[in-house]
């Protein structure tokens, strides 16, 4: 049997309609966070809710709960590079989110994939590591501006973070700005950084998106009185799946700060710790909603479509 050397042309146009209907395919890079606030949840979550498919690459484990971080278990830099590479041989990513990987030669496995596809975008977050050793801190931090920060397109933390990270011997008596980061960013290979948490006056924060040059955009909105956990993950994976859609640089700083602000306000405590932003906002009911169903008579909870579930009442 002679196979044919092309698709009929009506196949190759259904599958081509196929390929534009389908979400973005977004690589993160993170380690895996069980309490749901950080790390690969709240990219996953994230990227599917602003319509991207997420690629998830895990880098370690945190042991955590919503208050703090307890500990970090990394995974070996070979496994972290397969993961990726078996990916990105089957499928387009159209961008590349990277938070914390736990080690130097993580990183340096994350450079060696993002240098060898350097069309892929790479959105980078900073998080806070007061929880982890300060010498871990120091190695970890030195490795990400000797081997990541060359290949960062956008580097995303908070204004704190970064200016200890990045202005460490800072001694004007006026506090640094955003473009001041920026131009230290640049010094190390980035183009942009998107600074967030700024202070600003009555009880309002700042988002800065800039290049050493010029503020490309801000945004202003009002403090809640509530800690989160995983603000700057939502942020960050919200951004890049953007930037994976096709979307300019400034319209989707915008427009993922705007959708993280909607989910701060939405925000739930699951447990005794911090408040987790809820990524999926759009999907809870309406108040009117809400009162419909209150109307309606009570039903078994554990009953699904005619099937009871038993109580856990089985004996050891």
Known sequence: MTLPTSLPPEIEEAADADDAASPVCVMVFNASDPSGAGGLTADIA?????????????????????????????????????????????????????????????????ASVASDYGDVPVIAYMPDLSWWRDDLIDQYLDACQELLLPQTSVLVGNYSTLRRWLLPDWSSDKAPSARDIAQ????????????????????????????????????????????????????????????????????????????????LDGGFRPGMGHVVPDRLFWAQPDDDDEADDDDETPQDPTAIDGFVMPPHDTQH
């Open 46 to 110: 994230t990227i599917a809710s602003v319509g991207g498919h997420p690629v998830a690459v895990v880098t370690g484990a945190y042991a955590r709960d919503t208050a703090e971080v307890f500990d970090h278990y990394a995974l070996d830099d070979e496994a972290v590079a397969e993961q990726a590479r078996a990916v990105l041989e089957d499928m387009p990513v159209q961008a590349i989110k990277v938070g914390f990987v736990g080690t130097p030669e993580n990183l340096g496995a994350v």
């Open 184 to 263: 230290a960013a640049s010094a190390l290979g980035v183009p942009y950084v998107l600074v967030t948490g700024i202070p600003a006056p009555d009880q309002f924060i700042d988002n800065v998106l800039a290049s050493p040059q010029t503020v490309l955009g801000s945004s202003r909105f009002e403090r809640f009185e509530a800690t989160f956990a995983g603000a700057g993950e939502t942020l960050s994976a919200a951004l890049t799946a953007l930037v994976a859609s096709g979307d300019d640089l400034a319209d989707a700083a915008r427009e993922a700060l705007t959708y993280l602000d909607s989910c």
